[in-house]
């Protein structure tokens, strides 16, 4: 794990997250670690509505949760400070700035799955909220330094949009554009960012609406639209790879998009 924390790259194939992270060598299973960055993601999204983020912001705190935990065991570190942490980084990365003291609320807010208001959750658990408002910045501080203030491509948005200007026909720009945006947002919750860079990402959503919706998009230059950036196998593999993750984490219950394997 030693050479692993001095490895600057974040993309690696999914038979090595598999293998070889901290949380393995902490005798957590794949399956184990799958579940717990599931629910981690879950408590970014449940903050993020709360928040009112953009989606933009949302991948990135997903993104920021799943980079930590390759550096770092869930068993040393709960995934609800790291996240709470992770949203607060991303509002400012990707320019949604909120205020510290409104995180924490949000963060006491989402732990203890109140129903009740900013306010009544700030009078009446006031110690709670205060607590957050020191975790936040300390866990903050390791999560910078673990993530080597790497803030470059932390989301797919932007090339997707590029790959449905340039390759899609003008009248299944909506459904396809629709339909690849659902498939980034499910993938939070997996680990498909950390094997695959944010353009191969979008490539594979895109890939994935296309074969879902029956639209055929038209090649490009006498090539496949998605040859320049990966080869077909490994859009396929990277498809069937999230149909299985998104299936374990759910656990049983579809609360969504339902992601079948492809051939």
């Known amino acids: 794990m ?74 040393r570190l709960h995934p609800y400070q790291i996240a709470a942490s992770c949203v607060f980084l991303a509002c400012k990365t990707e320019e949604s700035p909120r205020k510290l003291k409104d995180v924490a609320t949000i963060t006491t807010k989402s732990a203890l799955k109140s129903q009740k208001t900013r306010a009544e959750v700030e009078k009446e658990h006031a110690a709670d909220v205060e607590q957050w408002i020191k975790v936040i910045p300390s866990r903050e501080d390791e999560l910078l330094q673990t993530l080597k203030f790497d803030f470059e491509e932390t989301a797919p948005y932007d090339a997707l949009k590029f790959l449905i200007m340039k390759f899609v026909p003008a009248e299944d720009k909506n459904e396809l554009g629709t339909l690849a945006t659902s498939f980034i947002n499910d993938s939070c919750r997996t680990i498909l960012c950390i094997t695959l860079s944010m353009k191969e990402l979008a490539v594979v959503a895109l890939y994935w609406a296309s074969r879902t919706a029956d639209k055929q998009i038209p090649d490009f230059e006498g090539e496949k639209w998605y040859s320049f950036v990966m080869p077909e196998n490994k859009i396929i593999q990277s498809v069937n790879e999230m149909a299985e993750m998104l299936a374990l984490v759910r656990n049983g219950v579809v609360d969504g998009q339902v992601y079948e394997k492809i051939q």
């Open 2 to 75: 030693e050479e692993l924390q001095r490895d600057p790259r974040w993309v690696f194939p999914l038979e090595h997250w598999k293998k070889a992270t901290p949380s393995r060598s902490d005798d957590l299973s794949y399956e184990e670690e799958l579940i717990s960055r599931g629910k981690g993601v879950q408590f970014i999204t449940r903050m993020a509505s709360m928040l009112r983020l953009p989606s933009q912001t949302i991948f990135a705190a997903s993104l920021f949760l799943h980079r930590f935990y390759t550096r770092h065991s869930l068993k």
